[in-house]
């Protein structure tokens, strides 16, 4: 049916003026990819899909929502009202509220598991590592936009939250002071804070859109990576229609099961992904006794958070990401997957724990004991990075298969 | 070095869900069964309008809501006995004026239209604040003002059910009327929760058949590659 | 051949699922975009009709826009009658919006209100929206040549010179194409009005 409709007399019109469907033959039609692939290589897809439903979600609460931070009364305020208003007056606005709360939690999960797939199989490799780059520079920019997007109900947490996130950048020398009035627009978080964030939360997402086809656009030259990691000869290679079309919909099938259970069983993630405390609105006179970022954000937080010196625990920080764009350096390993490669296997699984326990202490409260896990787990973060370029020297790999 | 490493690795995939790393959490709430049935809601209103109210308002409760929303459902002639005055599109709001409030308790009593959302527990929260008033252990805080289940154990609510000491014979009656009002305020803070899970349930059949039906067409049109 | 066939079903069942599923997603966006509850429960509006003396006009708020309620004066509703030529719909057959169901006889069809004295109608000029101005005395004497010389008094649009009477009916060769729309209103009590 696809291929009729391409093949259409209005098609060939369209086609002869504008590419349009060569685009789409290129990109989701016929579009080479190897035979192996197994369903972690759905995760693209499945990310690309909430990003639109985050869009779409995001523009219809904009209609409703209102970025002021201005008192109306009870400690309450017109934010904070509006958000309310979405969740009882408009109509279905409950439902979209949630799917696009979870649907920024699930974005990160899918988003992790993305990346991990590409660090296992080794993806970030020649000639992919611009594409890897592309992918980490995709992942400082969610952030960033959730960042924004959790100010703007204006409850306790995003209040916390955001200030203690922007006092980071105060602590950057010289330019620190001057930097933090430019963010926040005030003294201290306050009303032009919050509608700068909401503006920049509205714009973001549409640039974070043109990387992602970007990033998608890169993939289809250097082609797709697979679980064994040796380029697949001519025989084994299927096109993506209808072959993957029909996997990644049922990956897709698999995830909304998921996410609808979230959205309509448990909205707030039994509060992870709307935090309890952020339904009392912002009280810029006291700050709730358990702060923490929410759990997307918890492992960089951590590594803040271990490092008991203000602008170095913002350098570890810094240098935690800027180790996972120079991953496809580090590595100086010619074998990519790490079913091939035991060491580098075991490091990466460490590597990973690592990261949840990160999470897990970012979550909750300083404790001592907690402190030294945190601590620990910094390092062997840290070690990985470190003990990457010198693996291939002494880690007998196994044999590569001659094809896939 | 490797094996280690695991080890280390699996001590905190053991240690963590076993609560030792984080802080101590403060005292198990009592259980209460929260639930969203009409006759409970109404009773649970009717304490709050005869007993929150004089402190605590509902800011996104409208008294219309009381009728529109059918959870609730009280007529036009129920709702305008409660209102009195006041128009239907009127927010449910104390008399209390913030002032006087700050010279009797010397705090502003909080909103309670989120109040079963924005605490830890929930409804088990009200529940437990209601039904834990006791005698300060060692006498420091007034009769009344002290609370197991409050951060701190000193509230300024003093015990509005009167729990404190009640008659044996009350006890039942005290608890039902906890539990209406922390049925009540639940429901307060997320009117559209039984909604919510009704569409739910249609959603998730839908999607778990859609599923189905395109993993069957995945394998067969899978079939013929050899993979 | 029987796994064409097969495939070429779960292609059709899985088309209709998703488009099922995407139809369904989409109404609760469509909804939202509808008036909210909040939105609709001030789409009511209560007013005491007695507070408006005899000859006098206000104007309510009703939905956003602007309501007239004007208690005309005996002489005013004597006025209603015998300027039948000069109206283009002098007994609000045009459309349904001009009419109520409680227009029963033609003396209604006039006075165009439940109580003759107190004439409830929509303030926003047929036209293109804009508030017609209550012009009440009849002759050009208090308004100049901005209305006709045999004006019998009523209300006239300043944007682009439209003119209704004392009943909200609009006048020949004016770009108004019907009258003034009649409002949904009851008398809940004796002296007040609901509108919506």
Redesign the interface.
């Known amino acids: 049916?696809i291929d009729k409709m391409l093949d259409s007399k209005v098609a060939g019109w369209v086609d002869d003026r504008t590419h349009l469907i060569r685009y789409i033959r290129f990109h989701l039609i016929d579009y080479p990819t190897p035979?192996?692939l197994n369903y972690w290589y759905a995760f693209g897809s499945i990310a690309l899909l909430i990003l639109v439903l985050q869009i779409?979600t995001g523009v219809?609460l904009a209609?409703?929502y209102k970025p002021s931070a201005i008192l109306s009364?009870?400690?309450?305020s017109v934010a904070f009202d509006s958000v309310?208003?979405i969740?009882?007056?408009?109509?279905?606005?409950?439902?979209?509220r949630?799917m696009h709360a979870v649907g920024a939690s699930a974005f990160f999960f899918v988003i992790y598991l993305h990346m991990a797939r590409g660090m296992y199989y080794g993806s970030y490799k020649k000639p992919r590592e611009f594409l890897w780059m592309m992918g980490v520079f995709i992942l400082i920019f969610m952030q960033a936009i959730v960042f924004f997007g959790y100010l703007l109900p204006w409850g306790q947490m995003s209040f916390w939250g955001a200030t203690v996130i922007t006092n980071i950048i105060g602590a950057i020398p010289f330019v620190g002071d001057w930097l933090l009035q430019l963010v926040r627009g005030g003294f201290s978080v306050g009303d032009p804070t919050l509608n700068r964030f909401f503006a920049l939360h509205f714009l973001f997402p549409v640039l974070l859109g043109i990387v992602v086809l970007w990033h998608v656009m890169a993939l289809h030259v250097v082609h797709s990576n697979n679980p064994v990691g040796v380029e697949a000869s001519e025989k084994n290679i299927?096109p993506f229609h209808?072959?993957y079309t029909?996997?990644d919909?049922?990956g897709i099938?698999?995830f909304?099961?998921i996410f609808?259970?979230f959205?309509?069983?448990h909205?707030?993630g039994f509060?992870l992904m709307i935090e309890?405390?952020n339904?009392?609105p912002a009280n810029s006179m006291r700050t709730p006794?358990d702060i923490s970022p929410v759990w997307y954000l918890t492992p960089w937080y951590e590594i803040l958070r271990s490092v008991p010196n203000k602008l170095l625990g913002i350098a570890g920080m810094a240098l935690a990401y800027v180790c996972l764009f120079l991953l496809p350096w580090l590595d100086r390993s010619p074998v990519r997957s790490a079913r091939y490669r035991p060491?580098y296997r075991?490091?990466l699984?460490?590597f990973f724990?690592?990261i949840?326990?990160l999470g897990?202490?970012g979550h909750?409260?300083?404790?001592p004991?907690?402190t030294v896990?945190g601590r620990?787990?910094s390092v062997?973060y840290f070690s990985f990075f470190v003990l990457l370029p010198f693996i291939h020297k002494f880690e007998k790999t196994k044999p590569l298969p001659e094809d896939i | 070095m490797k094996q280690t490493m695991l080890r280390l690795a699996l001590l905190f995939c053991v240690l963590t869900p076993l609560g030792v790393l984080h802080a101590e959490e403060g005292p198990t709430l009592k259980k209460v069964n929260i639930s969203l049935d009409q006759t409970t809601l109404r009773k649970g209103l009717n304490v709050f309008t005869d007993v929150c109210m004089g402190c605590h308002s509902l800011r996104y409760m409208t008294w219309r809501d009381l009728m529109t929303y059918p959870e609730i459902g009280l007529s036009r002639q129920d709702v305008d006995d409660l209102r009195g005055d006041a128009p239907l599109s009127a927010r449910m709001l104390t008399e209390l004026s913030a002032k006087d409030a700050m010279d009797s308790y010397g705090i502003v009593p909080p909103d309670l239209s989120l109040i079963a959302r924005a605490r830890k527990g929930h409804g088990a929260y009200i529940y437990s604040i209601l039904t834990g008033f006791e005698h300060d252990p060692k006498g420091r805080v007034p009769d009344g003002n002290y609370n197991v289940y409050f951060p701190g154990h000193r509230i300024a609510m003093s015990d509005p059910l009167g729990w404190l000491d009640h008659d044996s014979e009350d006890e039942a009656d005290l608890k039902a009327q906890a539990q209406d009002v922390a049925s009540f305020l639940t429901f307060v803070g997320e009117p559209h929760q039984v909604e919510r899970l009704a569409i739910g349930k249609w959603v998730m059949i839908f999607l778990v058949l859609m599923t189905f039906v395109l993993w069957l067409l995945k394998r067969a049109v899978w079939q013929d590659v050899e993979h | 051949m029987k796994d064409k066939t097969r495939r070429d079903f779960l292609y059709t069942a899985a088309s209709g699922a998703g488009a099922v599923g995407t139809l369904a997603a989409v109404e609760p966006f469509m909804r939202a975009l509808q008036p909210a509850a909040d939105t609709l429960a001030a789409s009511t509006t209560e007013f005491n009709v007695s507070t408006v003396a005899p000859g006098e006009l206000k104007t309510v708020a009703w939905r956003g826009q602007p309501v007239f309620v004007l208690h005309r004066t005996p002489e005013m509703l004597k006025d209603l009658h015998g300027h039948d030529d000069l109206l283009r719909d002098p007994m609000s057959h045009a459309v349904p919006e001009v009419q109520a169901e409680w227009m029963k006889t033609d003396e209604q069809r006039v006075t165009r209100s439940i109580k003759p004295e107190y004439l409830v109608l929509s303030a926003v000029c047929t036209h293109l929206g804009c508030i017609p101005g209550f012009e009440p005395t009849p002759g050009q004497e208090a308004w100049g040549n901005i209305v006709p010389p045999d004006w019998p008094g009523g209300f006239h649009c300043a944007c682009h010179g439209s003119n209704y009477d004392l009943s909200g009916r609009v006048f020949n060769h004016v770009p108004a194409p019907h009258n003034l729309h009649v409002v949904p209103y009851k008398y809940i009590h004796d002296t007040t009005i609901l509108i919506g």
Request: hydrophobic share 50%; glycine share 8%.
């Open positions: 049916m035979k192996n779409v219809f209609m409703d009364g009870g400690g309450f309310e208003r969740m009882r007056d408009v109509n279905d606005g409950w439902l979209i949630y299927i209808p072959y029909v996997k919909l049922f099938g698999v909304l099961i609808c259970w959205v309509f069983y909205p707030t509060g309890t405390d339904f009392n006794a060491v075991s490091l699984l460490i724990v690592s949840v326990v897990y202490c909750h409260p300083v404790t004991m907690l896990v620990t787990a062997i």
